[in-house]
């Protein structure tokens, strides 16, 4: 299931995503298998696998093969998503504990690499070479964008250049796996590739309110903010104020790269700034334009239920609040 | 090329994976290639390839896909490492810096990744999705190896068929892969069968010799000695030894499970115990008995120079010092 209520429409899909999730983990080892009840009990959103659902049932793609691709994705991410908080030392995730904080670093790191493996074995099933190439593509570019994002962290100017580069990668590729595969493996080439650019756009919109979200989440993320700067992450709405030479965030930036530390008052000082700035609103119509752009590609397709529900998921990006 | 001499018949193909590793490794993003440089400089014995070469000559698997399948395995192997080095805070692997003490260990885990990734888009060239099921397979049993070894770390007193379940998972399905995929893509699953569980043999026999180097080994395996009960692993040698209800090393294990030190002393009366009570012998015998096994297989492929090669291995490999 999903939190997401826009989502409704296709939550007897998604409960088969839970079902081949915990499939797919499953093990024999039983010192393994409470960290895979962890896994399934606290999945998140399942954006991704809703949204390999809509294209699969756009373009007709079988029942079996949607699923375990949906699932596949959900499993590439978690995968990243339990390094990532080895990597941050996150002890909260969406309001749970994480796998590093339940148990501790190194079974995580460990962990991770099998949510992985078992994301390949699902790939594996697709039995189809060009998808697997696809998502061979995909897993290596998501990997380097997390690598290039921490390869890169606390660099002082940050460069934007550098940040497209890291959220295409880290984040609008997948999103361009769950919409370009589907029609790769029941439309071909051509339309698949429509899909990989839709996908990226969404992929960019989702990780610009993100960015955002970083500086305005309230407690429904379930994880503290503010982190991004603290963790040498400049997004967006920092970048655009940089690139206006804002002389209040210029410095906290400076200061908080130095030190690896953001005091609460500069916190609410930077956060005032980038508001009245303009620069969160204009990162959210930087991320809406994106979302129109992926919106105009749609219209190649035909109108159904789908690509409706679709244009639905793609209102909640850019307004959802979690 | 390899450090093992009774490999230079075949150090051409070596010299051609040694080209594979670095060209599926690269990556545009100058950040990352450092660490690839340093991966490509660094491979150890390249045990796997090679093994992977002998049986594709001796099914006549074509150029492309052995030197592929080959590189896949070491890529696999080395992510494994680098995951391996970083959590045991290991600061030299072969006599050279580990990635975790020239980088970090954020660094290391994302690298580990990226090497991980690589080794799947090589698996992917093979084009051929029994062998795929098969990496897959493997890759997921590797890492449970790993996890698993860690889950059970310091149980005390520890259980001889975990250790058996830890070494077939982490170090024998690879070597099954090596000498089966090449048998699978090319002859069928009756012979990928007889490949498989040769390279199985030859794996525990690997690893039972490992776990004895790590009691009498010298400067020339490049790590410390002794570092194996201080990481919560009792092998072979100690199982047996705690078998026979031995008291000194049944106290030593206890103390250094509970404390997670060592003292030098202790490691030499250890050592001393180990030696002397025959236990060490035992587990090479133990190894020697896997590699008859293995060989005994073998005599159902017709004999040349490439078997001749895989039987000289399979002695190097009970008779290594390093």
Known sequence: MSSIRVLNPISSELKQIDRLLAEYLKTPLGEIQPLNFHTVEKTGKKLRPAITILFGRICGLDEERMLKL???FELLHTSTLIHDDVIDNAPTRRGHATHNAKWDNTLSVLYGDFVFSSAMRLA???KDIGAL??????????????LLQNATAFDFPPVQERYFDIIRLKTAVLFGGCCGI?????KGREKADIGFEIGEHIGFAFQLIDDCLDYIADDKLGKP?????????????????????????????KEVFQNRKLSEK?????????RDGGFLAETIQLAKDKIHQALSLLDSFPE?????????ICT??????F
């Open 266 to 274: 500069d916190g609410e000082k930077l956060t005032l700034e980038l």
């Open 225 to 253: 903010r503010l982190i991004d700067l603290e963790e040498g992450k400049a997004t967006m709405p920092v970048l655009l104020a940089l690139e206006k030479g804002n002389a209040t965030v210029t410095h906290i930036v």
């Open 124 to 126: 594996v099933e697709l």
């Open 304 to 312: 159904d239920r789908y690509t409706g529900l679709f244009r639905k």
């Open 182 to 186: 589907p029609l790769l493996l029941c």
């Open 70 to 72: 949906g699932a596949c």
């Open 133 to 146: 190439e696809e998502i061979s593509r995909i897993t290596r570019e998501l990997v380097s964008g997390e």
């Open 316 to 321: 909640f990006i850019t307004e959802r609040d």
